[in-house]
């Protein structure tokens, strides 16, 4: 059990700051409830939880949509409904069959600063038992080496996409887990795929200069060289970029017949706008809605309000591959999350949907198999832990013991015009279509060979 008034009292005579100096002395210290893996009752415990999301500015969505699924897969595992706050504030789920969760959600903006701050405050003042959040692949990093590394606080990332996050050994961490997909499980599906069944030999890619852009860069490139595709040498451009045609056109002078974007919403519709101008096939991961509003509307003024599937497929925009949607997985678990999922937020889930829902259901999973709530049991029960109640099938993840990231099947699929169906629930003009092929987690992940990380 750990003693609070000890734990703060340290800290602040240790001056603890945005720096995370002084969280070092929190070592081992984590966890508030049971004392060990004995099965004990947890239903008088409670477990704190700070999340650390993006709930403002540009990309709030990602946010927002990552606590969905956070939320929902408490529900699940507790046959409640999920919390609905989505700004920050204390959010309270009492359940029946296990110990009380408590959501203390802080904004980031988007700042991997701010996310450091935060999280800290978290840690010192907010005695929290587990961490999760930021969407931001920057913002991941810093958590690890500075929060998670000094409190250890168990960490459990989500939505942010960068491989090099629990791929190399700069930032993997015994108590760092993510079930998200990341950009080299995007790479390893759809381009393995693309190389293999359409008619290109040479690939450029474009890619936003930070974190994720470099990740979407590095991991591509190797998988197309693999396959035997020249790929140019990436370029990289800010957050916003708009002058893309003058990069098609290099890119097509120097032989060019694919081409990668590895960009989020801010400047994916720019990106797109010119690629649908020139003779490529466009690849790449499946947006969220937010990103996926704004290609639709390029969709529609490029190829008319009344575009078909064919129309997209004829503009060689996709296949792209997708980490989840909600019409690519058939499951009861999958059809409880959608309903669950649009009863309370008005939506389907989307993107990053599945990745926090699981890493939600591994939470109540480790403490329901340890009966204890303390972090570092918590942690020690999600190590190499089969999911079992997972949007995409039951046991659907496996966290994998070199590096503590889920392991999960990945899609290919066209985007078509939304149907009728979704209409209502899907605010945008396209969605993801059938699957064109279902990759097994074995042909996604990074082998553990090529991987830095050693757990």
């Avoid at 699940?76 to 309270?92: A, C, F, V």
Wanted: hydrophobic share 40%; glycine share 12%; net charge negative.
């Amino acid at each position: 059990m750990r003693d609070v008034t000890t734990r703060r009292s340290y800290l602040r005579r240790t001056g603890a700051a945005v720096g995370g100096v002084g969280l070092a002395g929190l070592a081992g210290c984590s966890g508030n409830g049971g004392d060990g893996n004995d099965g004990g009752d947890v239903s008088d415990e409670t477990v704190r939880i700070g999340a650390v999301q993006p709930t403002s500015g540009d990309l709030q969505y990602y946010g927002q949509i990552s606590l969905m699924g956070f939320y929902s897969g408490l529900a699940y595992k507790h046959d409640t409904d999920p919390i609905e706050g989505l700004t920050p504030g204390t959010y309270t789920m009492e359940v029946d069959d296990g110990p009380t969760y408590e959501v203390i959600v802080e904004d980031t903006g988007f700042s991997p600063d701010t996310a450091q701050s935060v999280a800290t405050d978290l840690v010192v003042d907010e005695d929290i038992d587990v961490l999760f959040g930021a969407s931001s692949s920057d913002s991941a990093r810093r958590l690890i080496d500075t929060v998670v590394d000094e409190s250890q606080v168990p960490y459990l990332i989500g939505p942010a996409a960068d491989a090099d996050i629990t791929v190399s050994d700069e930032y993997c961490h015994p108590l760092a887990f993510r079930a998200s997909e990341h950009t080299a499980m995007d790479a390893r599906a759809g381009g393995t795929h693309v190389a293999r069944e359409f008619d290109i030999d040479t690939v450029a890619v474009f890619a936003s200069d930070n974190a994720f852009g470099q990740g979407v860069a590095n991991n591509y490139t190797e998988v197309l060289e693999a396959e035997g595709i020249e790929v140019l040498e990436p370029r990289f451009v800010e957050v916003g970029y708009s002058e893309f045609d003058g990069l098609f056109e290099q890119a097509v002078s120097d032989g060019a017949t694919g081409v990668v974007g590895g960009f989020t919403a801010a400047t994916l519709p720019q990106f797109l706008s010119s690629a649908i101008s020139f003779d490529v096939q466009v690849f790449g991961g499946f947006a969220a809605l937010l990103t996926t509003q704004l290609i639709g509307g390029t969709i529609e003024a490029a190829l008319g309000e009344d575009f078909t599937a064919q129309d997209i497929q004829d503009a060689g925009l996709g296949p792209f591959t997708t980490r989840y949607h909600w019409n690519q997985y058939d499951n009861e678990i999958n059809d409880a999350f959608i309903d669950m999922h649009v009863d309370a937020y008005d939506i389907v889930p989307d993107l990053f949907s599945s990745g926090t829902f699981t890493v939600a259901s591994a939470l109540s999973q480790a403490i329901g198999e340890s009966g204890s709530t303390a972090g570092a049991d918590i942690a020690d029960a999600m190590s190499g832990m089969t999911v079992a109640d997972t949007p995409k099938g039951a046991d659907g993840y496996t966290f994998q013991g070199h590096n503590n990231q889920g392991a999960s099947q990945m899609t290919v699929a066209w985007p078509v015009p939304t149907s009728d169906e979704y209409a209502d629930t899907w605010d945008a003009p396209i969605m993801p279509g059938e699957p064109l092929e279902r990759l097994e987690p074995e042909a996604v992940m990074v082998p553990e060979e090529d991987a830095g990380c050693s757990l």
